[in-house]
C-alpha cells in the first residue's frame, strides 16, 4: 500500500509582546519589507482583532507610512473604508465598528473590493461576520499595560501560512 502524501504542517501562528511603539513600527517595517519584495504577499486579507484603544489603527498607520503612503493616514471608523493608490499597489483599510446593517456591504461595493487585488486590512471584522471572505492572517491585539501589547498573528488560509513563514523567516 503507497505511502499516504504528507499534508504541509498549519503554521501555528506567532506571538510576540510590543513594549512600544517604537515595536509596533517596526513590526509594521519589517511586513512592509517583506510585502514589497514579494508582491504576492502585498494581495492579503488581514484583519485586526482587540479592543479599543489597543493598537489596531496604530500598527495599520505605522504600515501604511512604511509602504509609502504619504501624508495624514485617517482612521476609517466613520467612513467605514480609506483606499490608497500607491504605483506597485493598491490598498483598503476596513473599520467595520459602526457596521450595522448588511446591506451596507453591497451598497458600497465590498465585494467589488474585495473581489480585486490588492491588500486589505480589516478592524473589527466580527462586524462584517458572514459578508467578508476568509482572511489570510488575523491579527490579535492585546493590550497588557499602557505601552505593552500582546501579539499574536493566526494564519486562516494557506496563503496565511505562507504569509506568516515569509514574514518570519
Request: hydrophobic content about 45%.
Amino acid at each position: 500500500m503507497p505511502d499516504s502524501p504528507q499534508r504541509p504542517q498549519a503554521h501555528p501562528g506567532v506571538t510576540l509582546t510590543w513594549s512600544s511603539e517604537a515595536d509596533t513600527a517596526a513590526f509594521a517595517q519589517q511586513l512592509a519589507h517583506k510585502m514589497m519584495a514579494n508582491s504576492a504577499l502585498a494581495q492579503a486579507f488581514i484583519t485586526l482583532h482587540g479592543n479599543l484603544g489597543a493598537g489596531k489603527t496604530t500598527l495599520v498607520r505605522h504600515l501604511l507610512q512604511a509602504l509609502g503612503v504619504p501624508g495624514r493616514i485617517k482612521s476609517p471608523t466613520y467612513a467605514v473604508v480609506e483606499s490608497y493608490d500607491l504605483p506597485q499597489l493598491a490598498i483598503w483599510h476596513f473599520d467595520f465598528y459602526r457596521f450595522d446593517d448588511p446591506l451596507e456591504w453591497e451598497d458600497a461595493g465590498f465585494r467589488d473590493i474585495f473581489a480585486s487585488p490588492g491588500l486589505k486590512l480589516a478592524e473589527w471584522p466580527e462586524k462584517a461576520a458572514g459578508l467578508a471572505p476568509q482572511a489570510d492572517v488575523a491579527i490579535h491585539i492585546e493590550a497588557i499595560d499602557d505601552t505593552q501589547r500582546r501579539v499574536h498573528l493566526r494564519p486562516l488560509s494557506a496563503c496565511g501560512t505562507q504569509l506568516l513563514q515569509a514574514w518570519f523567516s
